[in-house]
């Protein structure tokens, strides 16, 4: 660690990692139309193909946190990224739903090892008094990969094809390589025992419930109403173990403090709408505006560029609105706003209200990006490593979710508004249509008269677009009133005084 408030030259690789997790999503999700008029992919497995790599995420990152502590945090960011890097490359040679899924898993599990491993080398290499703007840079970078990515994929997809999008990532996580021998081999003194078998139940927990939420849009109730009750018993099971384990992976000092509880729950619930944002919204700016995927990537960077400029400024936010739950709530009351400008926006069909809309639901950033550092410094130093995997998983978690959640709830009111006009088509091409709107394009361009069924099917994916968004809004304005209604001045103990909590 240095003694000045300059950030460390190692920390561009941590940041680079970051960046590179960012825009391996974001790539995708402009990807989705194509990848589904080429493949024939319905929403369902759409879905699938964008949310495997933060479900998987998600689903180890608990694991990778110990793991780093008891291997070394450099030597699992090393091998988070080769195997990221691995799982990009195969992606590009894909020739099948199935098998694209396999390789975005893989990208998932090295970015699972990868970032809670760099989350924590950031408290260790940098200064107390620089880690809060660290912190808001690495939630930049994510957001810098959101507003990157979608201009590499619509570059991509002119040139080539989809598989292309994927190879965009490869230079950020060879640079990321590149910087990882600056990075220290020291590791915490003290390593907190593993408790395996919380991390499992947690692991299952989240598959169980993603999956359940993904039904939604497979139509499938029956599954989503068994996998919904798997997650539920598995969440008690995993409350009443937390209670008796012998090292809990709960820790109950951290989980009594309000400020944690307050941060986790804006994190989780800020990625849920944030998931459902980047799998509903470039579907949208494509198939329903009939932009391309690089006029789409670029419509996108109001919201993108608003969320780099909110993150990277968040304390300086916090600061001049005299505390952190001012800054938070009212990001989150403009994102709200937003969500609601882009729900409003096809009735109208204004430019202005989708890019006005668009750039308030960035400035949503500030709370994620204050809360994670609130998060993670609610734990000691040698814990820092599980800290950053829990902030981690529900950031992941969150977002795996939010596409789950929200992308179901697009594929239901789609499915069920189309419906009328598939019914007088054959099975096969109405089980075609009705599975997604690029599915129904590819069907009426291949009818006599397939204008109408082109016309209906769009108009019923903006139907679920505007369900999907007033939901996203509601779910802003209540986590505004969560951090409201929940804050109050928390006592650090490593710094001996008050800060603003959540």
Do not use: K
Request: proline share 5%; with cysteine.
């Amino acid at each position: 660690m240095i003694s000045s408030g300059r950030l460390p030259f190692a920390f561009v690789g941590l940041a680079l990692t970051y960046l590179a997790a960012s825009v391996n999503l974001s790539v995708t999700s402009i990807a989705l139309p194509s990848i589904a008029s080429d493949l024939g992919a319905t929403t369902a497995q759409l879905s699938w193909i964008f949310n495997i790599t933060p479900l998987v995420n998600a689903g180890l990152m608990l694991f990778a946190g110990a793991w780093a502590d008891r291997f070394g945090r450099r030597l699992l960011l090393v091998s988070g990224l080769v195997i990221f890097l691995a799982g990009t490359v195969l992606s590009a040679t894909a020739n099948g739903v199935d098998t694209l899924i396999l390789w975005r898993a893989l990208t998932g599990a090295g970015s699972a090892l990868a970032m809670p491993a760099a989350l924590a080398l950031t408290f260790d290499i940098v200064p107390e008094q620089g880690r809060r703007t660290a912190i808001g840079i690495l939630g930049a970078t994510q957001a810098g990969g959101a507003l990157v990515g979608p201009i590499l994929a619509g570059v991509s997809l002119a040139v080539w094809s989809w598989p292309a999008t994927f190879l965009t990532v490869v230079p950020f996580i060879v640079i990321a390589l590149a910087a990882t021998p600056r990075l220290p081999r020291s590791n915490p003194d003290t390593v907190t025992p593993m408790d395996a078998r919380g991390t499992t139940l947690v692991s299952v927990a989240i598959v169980a419930l993603v999956y359940a939420a993904n039904e939604l849009s497979a139509r499938t109730p029956l599954v989503a109403i068994v996998a919904l009750a798997v997650g539920v018993i598995v969440v008690v099971v995993l409350v009443l173990w937390e209670q008796r384990a012998p090292h809990p992976l709960l820790d109950a000092s951290v989980m009594r403090q309000r400020g944690f509880r307050v941060a986790t729950v804006v994190i989780f619930g800020s990625q849920i709408v944030l998931g459902g944002f980047f799998f509903v919204m470039p579907q949208y700016l494509q198939l329903v505006l009939g932009h391309t995927p690089l006029e789409a990537g670029l419509l996108l960077i109001p919201a993108l560029a608003a969320w780099v400029v909110a993150s990277t400024t968040a304390a300086r936010t916090a600061a001049a609105l005299h505390g952190v739950h001012r800054a938070v709530a009212t990001g989150l009351g403009l994102a709200a706003l937003g969500y609601v400008l882009l729900a409003v926006q096809p009735a109208s069909g204004s430019l202005v209200l989708l890019i006005g809309g668009l750039f308030l639901t960035g400035l949503g950033a500030v709370g994620p990006a204050i809360m994670t550092h609130t998060a993670v410094n609610s734990y000691r130093s040698e814990q820092r490593t599980i800290g950053a995997a829990v902030n981690g998983t529900a950031a992941r978690f969150g977002f795996s979710f939010g596409i789950a959640l929200l992308g179901g709830l697009l594929g239901a009111v789609y499915a069920s508004a189309v419906a009328p006009v598939t019914s007088g088509l054959s099975a096969a091409n109405a089980a075609t249509a009705s599975g997604s709107l690029a599915s129904a394009l590819t069907v009426s361009a291949s009818l006599p008269d397939g204008s109408a069924l082109a016309a209906a099917a769009r108009d019923a994916f903006t139907s679920g677009y505007v369900v999907t968004f007033a939901v996203a809004a509601a779910v802003c304005a209540a986590l505004a009133i969560i951090v409201v209604v929940g804050s109050e001045r928390v006592e650090d103990p490593r710094h001996g005084g008050a800060r603003a909590g959540a």
